[in-house]
């Protein structure tokens, strides 16, 4: 199915939850707050989705309620965002304290990522974008700062 949604006012928080976008779906938030998560803060699916993200908070993903780290396996889960396939632009938004990846490419399926003037504190991974060959990347004007592991993918 073809679904599209479309959030955007100031006052659009998820927390200890996640959204998962599984179809062909085309989603759009702005001004929003995702905060502590016991998985991934949002997911992508495999059947192309296109998830646009333009000013907001994901934080904490990969803790509990009681601000436990809790989510299985740090290696999988616990990201800000994980990408299977399809598109996703993420403009202005603060990622901080996650637990796995800030932006987690997560399938062999070819996907496109547009990355810009994002800020990416004191987490595990800021990107993991490695991806097939034929997966376009567009990052631009963000910074690292205090992550495990900070600076931009190559491939």
């Known amino acids: 199915t073809n679904n599209y949604i479309y959030l955007s006012n100031s006052e659009i928080f998820f927390v200890h939850t996640g959204i998962n976008v599984n179809d062909q779906s085309s989603m759009f938030l702005s001004n929003f707050v995702g905060v502590s998560a016991d998985g991934n803060m949002i997911a992508i699916g495999s059947n192309q989705p296109q998830v646009t993200l333009v000013g907001g908070i994901i934080s904490n993903s990969g803790r509990n309620a ?10 999988s889960l616990c990201n800000g965002i994980s990408i299977s396939s399809g598109y996703l632009s993420v403009s202005n938004v603060f990622f901080g304290y996650n637990q796995g990846r800030s932006i987690w490419a997560v399938a062999s399926a070819p996907y496109h990522v547009s990355i810009s003037s994002c800020r990416f504190n004191h987490g ?21 700062t205090g992550n495990t592991v900070d600076g931009l993918p190559t491939r």
């Open 66 to 75: 009681l601000g436990v780290v809790d989510c299985g396996d740090v290696n």
């Open 124 to 144: 595990n991974v800021a990107l993991a974008l490695p991806g097939p060959p034929d997966s376009a990347l567009y990052i631009i004007n963000n910074g690292c």
